[in-house]
């Protein structure tokens, strides 16, 4: 079971790929590792947005399992949101 841990800059404009789909099962904590008021939304595909994403708010986490072929990608509300994930696959 590997474990791979991973930094991402997340801003407005796009979503960002946080954790890639893999061929197997996985489970991946997602970190917004900001201060302040810094916002992070996350969602199943490239589409998420600040209106449809699940939101995570300074400093929080949230566990997540993912079937295989499954991704998550981040949005913000603000530029240069640092977010940061360990993820475990059943490679």
Do not use: C, W
Not at 21 to 41: F, K, P, R, W
């Amino acid at each position: 079971m590997p474990i791979k841990t991973d930094t991402h800059t997340v801003g407005t404009a796009t979503a960002v790929l946080v954790v890639p789909a893999d061929n197997m099962e996985q489970n991946a904590l997602i970190h917004n590792n900001s201060t302040g008021d810094a916002v992070v939304y996350i969602g199943g595909d490239d589409q998420v947005t600040t209106s449809t994403g699940t939101l995570l708010t300074a400093e929080e986490r949230i566990s997540v399992d993912l079937g295989a072929g499954d991704a998550v990608y981040a949005i913000a509300d603000a530029d240069g949101i640092n977010v940061r994930t360990f993820r475990v696959t059943a490679d």
